[in-house]
Each structure stands twice: as C-alpha cells, then as structure tokens.
C-alpha cells in the first residue's frame, strides 16, 4: 500500500498515492500515511506518522464554505487559514505555522 505514483488530486496538484493510502511528507515532520475523502458535504481526513507516534482524525460536515465574488471566483475565507493551521499543529505540534507539507498536503485536498 505503501509503493505510490503521481496521481492528480482534485485541486489539480500531484499527491503520491498508493492502494488507498496518501503519503504526505511534512518537512521537520515526518512522513504521514492516510486518506481523505468528501460524501453530500462532509469531510474526513485521517493520517499516521510513518513511525506511528502521532495521528490525525478530523471529520467536518461543511465542505463548500466559499462564496463566490462577482467574477465567479471564490472568496477567502476564514477557515482557508484555520484548517492548516489545526492540520499542522495535530501532526507536528506546536501550531507556529513553520512546517508546510509537501506533495498536496491535507489542506490542499480538503479546501475547495
């Protein structure tokens, strides 16, 4: 499960991805194995440290919060910058936004 290819998310960047497993390197981190998915609005994320010493669940049930501008475009929104900020600190801890996750990360996966 572990052996991965490119594979292009639905946000249009490369994650590496395996037989149902995300790997997700976060520098000074560690590396992270899980999965993420959305189902009628909701979302979950689950990720491991590859040496198992930490773990991850989040489970939301607001998955487009985005409005969109006069263009179309969708509009900032708080949680665009909360939700990295808890995926950091849950897998890395500490939550001073150093470390930033490589290959699609969490975050890019799960903000629309």
Wanted: contains cysteine; aromatic residues 6%; charged residues 20%.
């Amino acid at each position: 499960m572990q052996h991965t290819v490119p594979v292009r998310a639905p946000d249009g960047t490369t994650i590496d991805y395996g037989l149902g497993l995300q790997k997700v390197g976060i520098p000074g981190c560690g590396t992270f194995w899980g999965n993420e998915g959305t189902v009628w609005g909701a979302g979950t994320m689950s990720l491991t440290r590859a040496d198992g010493k930490r773990q991850m669940s989040v489970a939301f049930n607001l998955i487009r919060w985005n409005k969109r501008d006069s263009s179309g475009a969708p509009r900032h929104h708080p949680l665009d910058d909360a939700l990295p900020k808890l995926y950091e600190q849950a897998m890395c801890g500490g939550g001073d936004g150093g470390a930033r996750a490589e290959n699609a990360s969490p975050v890019s996966g799960l903000v629309p």
